[in-house]
């Protein structure tokens, strides 16, 4: 006896399948969820209701949303871009630290001496700069040795990752707080490098940024030559070569632009709430949440924006959840692991279709 | 040719009858989203006969095929295999049952043995493979019918045509009664097409019988005992008997139109030079692909470069079009040193290229029709794709394309709407006006309808005065329609004669290697 279903390819991948998979991807998520929840002994149902008003529901828990929402924009246009040729900068982790190392240095060298409008966009920009140069390594050796982007941006992460620890932690360190005796802190940045929240939330006016970078980036690769020399490569290299579209050059640029875009979202964050290198970035993991937000999206810039305030909701509600219950607050890193397991998964169904397959005997009889 | 063999096989057949069918399809149906690539399809092989399967691209021909051997299975109807019904869940089943395909891309694995790659798959193999044993057994199974090969033999060192070989003692060596060749002649030369005829009447005359998948007219009135002709997934006809079809009966079966696929070579004046090919050699990773050739080509010209795949057309355009360097030597297109210097240079020096590769280098598959016009032209930092607009409009009616607007994907066109996009942006011109066109297997894999219109186009093109350098494959289609014959072996040319005085015994034995 066979297994009655089959796969079998499309010639057409209808429109509707662009929402569905993310969609879906997101229940079958929640019903992973579902299970490690039992397992641990909690009740599934509740713990997302919880998860959802704690989120999405009250004042405080949308505004959250949002202020969180503005990294995993940044590190989702980061990922996403880097995929529209089919690059994977998995290193947007390590690209976001020197992006918060080099918006500090930028902050803490000049912020004195510097109004607040040129401060700020200086200690951004330095952000980005410092997120393109630690990309520089894996795409000259990605774009003229072909050397897998995915290993060196990837290992280049933890090289980052005990920098960022060097930085902090070394008493004669340029970034540490020599005023504090206790635990070592990060030198809070001066006030005309940093910028207030709106009110009492936690929303930074750089969410307004990272929306617009998200639909500028939409727009260059849409409309732009740039961009369409990028789709060109992305679909068929041996087009590019035919054309004398050079594949290396755009290859490095992407690339460069993709640790940028990383790396502003460290420096946001160093004008936004964090205002002096922090240690505690490292185990927030906003680099790598930002692939999973990318591919929620399918790498769509606009679709970006939705799915990191989704992402954010759900991150928020579960930090939330911890405060009033005892929920574990990883059951947020299950779910988003998992979201990005069917996501990607999901892609299957956009090229082939499940189809039953009759028995042979009974079509002859009929 | 070997009229005295072919009767010897067709002897036994005719005494057989009709009673002798060893597989049968009725009323087969199949349809794939958007399309029925096979309509209550009824087809039936018997032993010991060559019946060909004849169809345009996309007529069903494949569908029906994969079918007979497992690979799909019918929506509608049934197979029978000596008058009971079987299913073929897989193509392993209908091994099982002695139906076996030989495709087109051979699925060998290059660094096995002949031998190895025969028995790979078998299931009766022991842990350790005793090599002699086996090299025996394949040798003799090949020798039974008439199918020399050294077991021996690595399938990297092989010709084209004994990998087809490798690939049909295979299929005898894994019991089959039944062989499904598809489109077998389209990577051989003719020497090897002789060849190949000889084996199919060899194994026709031990009582296997053969369904032969071909769209080449000529080759299919010579090998076939039948003829079924397939169009948009209907039988349209059938013709019993070898040699009782013509040509131009199954052309018209097949298209359902009369058509005329000799182009008349128009009388035009040959003007100055505009392609010039100096002493041209590139070596890679030590080997010579391209050995010292030297040739021009003028105004209003054709020159046609012959040759088997392999030995050196894919680089010599590749070096014109300024995408490969050459190790020495110098290439200009009317009068400006283009070597080395990029597609960009050479474009603008006149050149138009199309590729043998449509989708995926000629052309961007997931782009629309208006992108890939932008491909080879020159375009603003902020695209302009309104302006581009109308010019797509135009030429998509001027180019009789199949496709719905501007905006069709790539992808989405059938090889011959693809390739008229191609050569409709090639042909008007993108950074300059065109001197120079470089087609390669410009027809290949397209249905007949589809060459007509495209052969027309490239004659058209000669006729405006453009220099044409047309690489194929296609033997007949570069002695019907050049004005010179260059043939290129082992990346030399080792033959010139002009278009009208050639022959095809000449050309076909300078491109087997055979000529001085």
Known sequence: MRFPLRFEARTDSPKYLSAAVPVISIIAALVVGAVFLLATGYAPIETYQEMLKGGFTTFYGITDTLGLSTVLIFTGVAAAFAFQMNLYNIGGEGQLYLGMIGGAWAGLAFGDSLPSAIAIPVVLLMGALFGALWIVVPAIVRSKLGTSEIVTTLLLTYVALNLMNYFIYTSSSFFRDESTTGFPQGRPLPESATIEAFGSTRVYPTFFLAVVVALVLFWIVKRTEYGYRIQVIADSPRAAQYAGISAQRTTLSVMMISGALAGLAGSALIVGPFEKLDISITTMGYGYAGIVVAALARYNFVAIIISAILFAGLRTGGDKLQITSDTPVHIGVILQGAVLLFALGGEIFRRYRLRVVRQQQQAVAS | ?516
């Open chain 2, 1 to 516: 040719m070997s009229n005295t063999s072919h009767e010897v096989v067709q002897g036994p057949h005719h005494e057989s009858g009709a009673a002798s069918v060893a597989l049968s399809a009725h009323h087969i149906t199949k349809r794939f989203p958007g399309v029925v690539a096979n309509c209550n399809v009824d087809f039936d092989i018997r032993r010991g006969e060559v019946h060909t399967l004849l169809g345009e691209n996309g007529a069903g021909k494949s569908t029906l095929a994969a079918i007979l051997c497992g690979l799909y299975q019918p929506d509608e109807g049934y197979l029978t295999r000596n008058g009971s019904v079987i299913s073929l869940p897989s193509p392993r089943a209908g091994l099982a049952h002695g139906i076996a395909m030989v495709h087109q891309h051979f699925r060998l694995v290059e660094r096995f043995t002949v031998a190895e790659n025969v028995v790979l798959g078998s299931s009766d193999l022991s842990f350790r493979l005793k090599t002699k044993d086996l090299n025996d057994k394949v040798a003799a199974v090949a020798d039974s019918y008439g199918l020399p090969i050294d077991p021996t033999a690595v399938i990297g060192d092989l010709s084209v045509g004994q990998r087809q070989r490798v690939e049909i003692v295979k299929a005898l060596y894994q019991g089959a009664e039944i062989l499904l060749l598809d489109e077998p002649t389209a990577v051989l030369v003719p020497a090897e097409v002789e060849k190949l005829f000889d084996n199919v009447r060899a194994m026709t005359a031990s009582g296997k019988s053969i369904v032969f998948i071909s769209h080449k007219l000529g080759e299919v009135v010579e090998i076939s005992d039948r003829v079924t002709v397939l169009r948009n997934g209907e039988v349209t006809g059938s013709v019993e008997g070898r040699g009782s079809a013509s040509t131009a009966d199954l052309a018209n079966l097949m298209v359902g139109r009369h058509v005329d696929l000799s182009v008349q070579r128009a009388e035009h004046p040959i003007g100055h030079e505009v392609l010039q090919v100096r002493n041209l050699s590139l070596t890679v990773n030590g080997v010579k692909r391209l050995d010292n050739i030297t040739f021009n080509v003028h105004e209003g010209e054709m020159v046609g470069i012959a040759g088997v795949a392999g030995n050196g057309q894919k680089e010599l355009a590749d070096v014109i079009a300024g995408l490969t360097s050459p190790t020495s030597g110098t290439i200009a297109i009317q009068g400006v040193f283009t070597t080395d210097l990029g597609p960009i240079k050479a474009r603008e020096a006149g050149l138009a290229y199309v590729p043998e590769d449509r989708l995926g280098m000629g052309l961007v598959p997931s782009m629309s029709i208006l992108d890939n016009l932008l491909l080879t032209r020159k375009r603003d930092v902020i695209v302009d794709r309104g302006s581009v607009r109308p010019e797509a409009a135009r030429l998509i009616e001027q180019f009789e394309i199949k496709a719905n607007g501007p905006e069709h994907v790539a992808r989405k066109l059938s090889g011959g709407n693809a390739q008229k996009v191609l050569l409709a942006r090639e042909l008007s011109g993108g950074r300059t006006p065109t001197a120079l066109l470089v087609v390669c297997s410009p027809t290949r894999g397209l249905d007949v309808g589809a060459i007509e219109t495209v052969r027309r186009l490239i004659d058209d093109a000669r006729s405006a005065g453009q220099a044409v350098l047309l690489i194929s494959e296609d033997l007949d289609e570069i002695l019907s329609l050049s004005d010179r014959i260059l043939v290129l072996y082992r990346g030399a040319i080792v033959h010139e004669t002009p278009g009208e005085s050639a022959h095809i015994e000449t050309v076909g034995a300078a491109m087997a290697g055979l000529s001085k």
